[in-house]
């Protein structure tokens, strides 16, 4: 099972920008496995923000960050990276990516369904 963990989270400004990536500490292909990015804002449940899959890289995206937020993979560094803009205090939350063994985002995924996390990292978005 695919090792995964994130980074680039931190403290923005509404209308502000992060990069968040997700890499593979064991070495492992990311290339070879879809990738979503879920957040948890306190006292809410986990939603999927984004999903990505594997070789056609085609991309799913929440519909409250539609627009505003991009994943890509970056083949040279192994990483799946998501490009969030025009950040608002409702995207404040912890940003997690997730694998299992599937190669595309599956449809009616659940958080549930992943089986390899990252620990996760801050997103505040605040004046």
């Known amino acids: 099972q695919v090792q995964v963990m994130e980074s680039g989270g931190g403290l923005v400004q509404p209308g502000g920008s992060l990069r968040l990536s997700c890499a593979a500490p064991s070495g492992a292909t990311l290339d070879y496995y879809a990738i979503a990015w879920f957040r948890q804002a306190p006292g809410k449940d986990r939603e999927e923000v984004s999903c990505?899959?594997?070789?056609?890289?085609?991309?799913y995206y929440a519909d409250s960050v539609k627009g505003r937020f991009t994943v890509a993979r970056d083949k040279a560094k192994n990483t799946v990276d998501l490009q969030m803009d025009s950040l608002t205090p409702d995207d404040t939350a912890v940003y997690y990516c997730?694998?299992?063994?599937?190669?595309?985002?599956?449809?009616?995924?659940?958080?549930?369904?992943?089986?390899?996390w990252g620990q996760g990292t801050q997103v505040t978005v605040s004046s």
């Open positions: 990505i899959n594997s070789a056609d890289t085609k991309t």
């Open positions: 997730a694998a299992n063994s599937g190669w595309w985002c599956w449809d009616d995924r659940k958080p549930s369904d992943f089986t390899s």
